[in-house]
């Protein structure tokens, strides 16, 4: 009889291996702007930032913005000129890195290096407030010195945490889609996908050069209050229709696993990226169930 209960309760027990890569339930949900070009792009990010920047400096005394590299940072000029410029309580700010090379910060492969020539310089951040990685050799060490350091800020309750997950809630997170849809430096398919308590990881080996990095793991990224995508040009234009129109094997498409957890996700994208996509058709769940997005008439809307 004992023998029959046991073996009856097995049958409850899913036995199936769990995947490595995991999906939330049901579809994303995003907001999606669309540009004529890099121009439009550009003010509205500026637009949506300072937004974004105003709210969380009148509740909290601080705004914290995380940054990638690639172009995606020269779209940041609009913040750095005019009436924009001067709306922007620069002082309160904190900036810190999504992923960042493993190199001098004055390499011409640093992310540092990047944003400091194209917007860092041109406003009055303080220095003390712009979180650099700090510049070792090894990317082991780079990792833990710069998780250590945002433990340091979420200590000094310079950032936040969730309550739950305790991951650092980042006001405003700033990525790039890279042409196999990778994100910071979480490339398809590999193990760095799958980390779940780590902030930062190390990067050995990155498919692109140079190929030690570290980069803010997945749970770092969508525990963010804001997340937004920057897609430019038509050379983003069939990455871009992979990762909002078709569906992918779990791990296949990092960009699809950027989910906020409780949050905003953003995608800013130009007439050129978005030349593959059918934007007609986003209203019909059965054609695409998989995600939910909002297309609103502009940034303040």
């Known amino acids: ?19 490595l890569f995991q999906y939330p339930d049901g579809p994303s949900q995003a907001t999606f702007f669309r540009f004529d070009d890099v121009e439009e792009v550009s003010s509205a990010l500026a637009e949506y930032i300072v937004q974004v920047s105003n709210e ?4 909290r005394g601080k705004f914290t913005f995380v940054l990638s590299g690639g172009s995606i940072v020269k779209a940041l000029r609009f913040l750095a000129e005019g009436p924009v410029f001067h709306s922007i309580a620069w002082d309160k700010w904190h900036v810190f890195w999504v992923d960042e090379r493993v190199v001098p910060l004055n390499h011409e492969d640093s992310n540092y290096k990047l944003a400091k020539d194209e917007f860092l310089s041109k406003v009055p951040i303080p220095h003390e407030q712009i979180h650099a990685i700090q510049n070792f050799h090894d990317e082991k060490a780079a990792a833990h010195a710069y998780e250590s350091k945002l433990r340091e800020l ?7 945490t969730k309550t739950a997950k305790k991951f650092p809630r980042f006001d405003f997170v700033l990525l790039g889609l890279g042409p196999d849809g990778h994100v910071a430096s979480l ?8 980390e779940e308590k780590l902030w930062v990881l190390p990067i050995s080996n990155s498919p692109k050069p140079p190929s ?42 990092p960009a699809q696993m950027v989910r906020v957890d409780d949050g905003n996700l953003v995608w800013f994208a130009d007439q050129g990226a978005t030349s593959e996509l059918h ?12 995600f939910d997005f909002k297309q609103p008439a502009s940034v303040s809307s």
């Open 1 to 19: 009889m004992q023998k029959k209960k046991e073996e009856k309760d097995d049958e409850k027990i899913d036995h199936s291996p769990r995947h």
């Open 154 to 160: 979420v200590r000094k309750k310079v950032i936040t």
């Open 187 to 194: 490339f398809p398919n590999r193990p760095s996908l799958a």
């Open 56 to 59: 969380a400096i009148k509740q």
């Open 279 to 290: 934007l007609e058709n986003w209203n019909n769940a059965k054609q695409f169930p998989f």
């Open 212 to 253: 030690k990095r570290i980069t803010m793991t997945l749970p770092c990224i969508n525990a963010a209050e804001h997340v937004a995508f920057v897609a430019l040009g038509s050379g983003k234009a069939h990455v871009l229709h992979r990762v909002l129109e078709r569906p992918a094997l779990p791990g296949s498409l």
